[in-house]
């Protein structure tokens, strides 16, 4: 499940109880100050995945901490049990039995997370290849997928086309991204609809979060 050099898959991290209480979360941020909101590119573009942030705001390219692209308001707390749900999730992947690489070992004893994007895919819903580089610091990337199954592609770091890998990744699955991996290109060519596992809590569509290390203050 080392699929790269900092780049772990964990299948089935998140219990089936853990996805559902999880999902429950996500319907009271959906219900927070900020919407669920689908952000526009400076190119005009919409995309069709949207968005609610925790800790602080995204918006194409830069972190805030109020959604000045949407309504204005401050966006919610990133909330203590992900700060340490996110340790354990780096624990879990850059463990030495999985063969990673020396200088990733105790990194999940520092890692303290500060935004989170919680992505929802409904019908139709994809995201563009693209690397996550408007954050001040080169920390892994946590990444926990929920609900349908996706087609994740996992790029190179110097640009958006071949070589890249294609993998599933399912509801409950873990992802780390660090080290060589942090910046590599990647994004989600499709969703696979009615894959969900009986008893995610999610009935259609996906709902990925990535914790992230802003380096802001
Ligand atoms: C998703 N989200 O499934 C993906 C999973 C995003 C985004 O891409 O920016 O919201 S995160 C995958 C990721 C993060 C950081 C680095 C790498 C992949 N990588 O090096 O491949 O909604
Ligand atoms: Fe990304």
């Not at 400076?42 to 972190?63: D, I, K």
Request: charged share 20%.
């Amino acid at each position: 499940r080392l699929v790269r050099p900092g780049a772990v898959h964990v299948p089935g991290w998140l219990t089936l109880e853990q996805q559902r209480w999880i999902v429950g979360r996500f319907g009271e941020w959906t219900q927070g100050p900020v919407p669920l909101r689908a952000a526009t590119l400076p190119g005009g573009h919409q995309m069709s995945v949207r968005t609610v942030c925790l800790g602080w705001h995204w918006q194409p390219y830069r972190y805030s901490r109020t959604a000045t692209d949407v309504n204005g308001l401050p966006v919610l707390d990133f909330p203590e049990w992900m700060v340490r749900l996110g340790k354990q999730a780096v624990a879990a992947a850059y463990s030495p039995d999985l063969g990673v690489d020396e200088s990733l070992i105790g990194l999940s004893r520092d890692y303290a997370p500060d935004a989170a994007l919680v992505n929802y895919y409904g019908d139709g819903a994809a995201m563009g290849m693209h690397q996550d580089k408007d954050e001040h610091s080169n920390a892994p990337v946590v990444s926990l997928s929920i609900g349908d199954t996706c087609i994740f592609r996992f790029g190179n770091t110097e640009s958006r086309t071949k070589p890249y890998t294609d993998l599933e990744l399912r509801s409950g699955d873990l992802f780390v991204f660090g080290g060589p991996s942090r910046f590599a290109y990647h994004g989600i060519p499709k969703v696979l609809p009615d894959t969900a596992p009986e008893g995610c809590g999610l009935d259609r569509g996906r709902i990925n979060i990535t914790m992230r290390v802003t380096g802001l203050s």
